[in-house]
């Protein structure tokens, strides 16, 4: 099994011929640039290269309509003044003699990308391409694309592969309008965006690329759409509308293929972006895409303009589809308000249409991302005492619901507690679910019998609420859970023994401090054992992987961002990494959750994830 990369070199001569500051970053360096660096980095050679080819006019009339094929077939004899005048039909475009050799290529790679995959000549891949499709419509050239290559491919795969349910991933900074179209009243497939929108007021200026809309008729729900109203969205914004939104909805179509129309404009240094997100969190991203679809991942670019934040970006996908590990995340993994109102309002859109975003106390019902700062109460207004009273009254309004959504700062989880200390619970949030019930006394004491630390008052108490909460979680009650006991590891053990043998395939542990592996733990892979300690720690087998904390911190209680540093560790990565591929198949909560474990994303990444 091997990664696929898909290039021609003849999809390089397409180029603007006239001035125009808005098309011109559109340029053949974006290719070279990205080819080059590949080379450069080994990765070009580690891949199973296939030449592109052309796509059919049939192939092309799976998306497109007959006579814009034949109006794009006659821009190869057209002269420059008849181009540019063609251009002007269209927002965002040039063309050039080549136009048509390339955008036929361009669709072909995707084909032969999606070929190789679905044969099982390669596990996944990428497609370089150029020009770029997702904006591109039925008949209608758009934003730099002249044919939909993604949105060809996923008809192809279902046409000629008997696929039935294509997830469709652009993390490009534009909305792929182009694809929304095309499929937005067909449920077989899934279409998630994220955009740079600012309200409605950057390009391409739609209502219909804002969170309210979810697609059409039988495909309402189908269409996932993640409106960024600020620009600078980093790392920890990217992976939590990963973790709070693609990933649970995803999980729930099911995909038989994962198509991505990976833009790199959403990358820090693009002029059109104008994001924070550095080249490794897309290493990252498509890591978590590949727990999806048996890690059938085939990956298109789209956008990019800034050819070294591009080249780079492009490695960190190539890397991540070789199952390489993917190099830690800096910076605080805390994601920003504004981006945390944009997950708020598609989790609210969207959660009609899946039970993995029904969750109890859930979001609020106003999309605010439709709300225009204009239109919001401003201090000084004009308008008589009257108006003011009302909008006094629309503040206090708003203002109460700002102040949900900031102390929900992350999407709120379905967490049950069972305290044997009452006190403790004043630190806790006032949502969470209070667990007073216990298991039946003879099943408790039967467990406790095991462990004499487990006969102890308080420790039984708690080993009563624990199994309790366990069951709850196994039913699906709830999706996770705190408890407190004064007997640990013997707990643990209880729990692990109970897990596995009621209903769960297979545990992830993480232990925090010094608590080892239960000795009798049956050594059958069914256990991964994550330890985190002080820096005595070592041992590392592949279903145990320690994480030993160095420095100042090793004394401390570590707060999530500091373990940032740690998630890098090599041999525990590696580790996992290895395990998690040998392990391919059912299990992907779990491969979720080590991915971004094991592969260095954040702290709060990775309890959304372990606590699906
Ligand atoms: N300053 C792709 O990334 N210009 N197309 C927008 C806003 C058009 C982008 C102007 C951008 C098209 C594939
Ligand atoms: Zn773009």
């Known amino acids: 099994m091997r990664t696929a990369l898909v290039y021609h070199e003849e999809m390089t001569a397409a180029r603007l011929l006239w001035d125009d500051p808005e098309c011109e970053i559109e340029r053949p360096e974006r290719l070279t640039a990205a080819v080059e660096r590949l080379q450069q980095g080994g990765l070009e050679q580690r891949c199973l290269q296939l030449a592109a080819r052309e796509a059919s006019e049939a192939e092309l009339g799976l998306v497109h309509s007959p006579e814009y094929v034949s109006l794009m077939r006659g821009t190869q004899a057209l002269s420059t003044e008849e181009l540019q005048a063609l251009s002007g039909q269209y927002d965002a475009v040039y063309f050039h003699p080549s136009t048509f050799h390339c955008a036929r290529l ?167 972006g104008q994001m924070q997100a550095t080249p490794e969190c897309f290493a990252h991203l498509t890591q978590l895409l590949q727990v999806l679809a048996g890690g059938r991942v085939c990956a298109v670019l789209e956008g990019g303009y800034h050819l070294e934040s591009l080249s780079q970006s492009v490695c960190m996908v190539v890397k991540a589809l070789l199952g390489d590990p993917a190099p830690p995340l800096l910076g605080p993994m805390v994601p920003q308000h504004s981006a945390l109102e944009s997950i708020q309002s598609v989790r609210a859109a969207q959660a009609p249409h899946w039970t993995s975003l029904w969750q109890q106390g859930s979001t609020p019902t106003l999309s605010l991302s439709t709300c225009s700062p204009e239109r919001r109460p401003s201090p000084v207004s004009p308008g008589g005492p009257k108006c003011k009273a009302a909008e006094a009254q629309t503040s206090a309004v708003l203002s109460s619901l700002l102040d949900r959504l900031h102390l929900c700062a992350t999407p709120p989880v379905r967490t049950a507690i069972a305290l044997t200390a009452p006190a403790a619970a004043m630190v806790l949030p006032p949502d969470i679910l209070r667990q007073e019930e216990s298991a039946p006394r003879e099943e408790t004491q039967a467990w406790a019998r095991l462990h004499e630390a487990l006969t102890q008052d308080t420790a039984f108490t708690a080993l009563g609420k624990v199994l309790h909460l366990l069951n709850g979680i196994l039913d699906g009650q709830v999706s996770s859970g705190i408890a407190t006991t004064p007997a640990a590891a013997s707990t643990l053990e209880v729990v692990l023994r109970q897990g596995l043998s009621h209903g769960a395939q297979r545990v992830f542990c993480v232990a925090l401090g010094q608590l080892d592996r239960p000795p009798d733990l049956a050594n059958d892979g069914r256990t991964l054992w994550l330890n985190i300690r002080g820096k005595e720690a070592a041992a590392l087998s592949t279903l145990h992987v320690s994480v030993p904390l160095s420095g100042p911190m090793a004394s401390r209680t570590p707060k999530l961002h500091s373990w940032l540093p740690f998630y890098g560790d090599q041999r525990g990565a590696e580790s996992w990494s290895s395990w998690s591929r040998r392990r391919a198949g059912p299990g992907a909560l779990e491969r979720a959750a080590g991915s971004t474990v094991g592969d260095a994303a954040g702290g709060c990444s990775f309890w959304s994830a372990v606590s699906w």
């Open 106 to 272: 361009a669709a072909g790679a995707a084909l032969q990308l999606v070929d190789a995959v679905l044969t099982g000549t390669a596990h996944n891949g990428l497609a370089l391409v150029r020009p770029p499709g997702h904006h591109s419509q039925r008949a209608a050239a758009n934003g730099f694309c002249v044919f939909n290559n993604v949105a060809i491919a996923a008809r192809y795969a279902q046409k000629r592969h008997g696929v039935h349910r294509i997830l469709i991933v652009d993390w490009d900074v534009h909305h792929g309008q182009g694809i929304q179209y095309i499929f937005e009243d067909d449920p077989s497939v899934l279409y998630f965006s994220w955009h740079r929108y600012e309200h409605g007021r950057f390009w391409p200026y739609l209502r219909e690329s804002d969170a309210d809309a979810v697609g059409l008729g039988p495909g309402r729900g189908f269409t996932v759409n993640l409106p960024w109203n600020q620009v600078g969205m980093g790392n920890a914004d990217y992976m939590a509308a990963f973790l709070h939104v693609l990933l649970p909805v995803a999980f729930e179509f099911d995909p038989e293929l994962v198509l991505v129309s990976a833009g790199f404009d959403s990358a820090i240094g693009d002029p059109e």
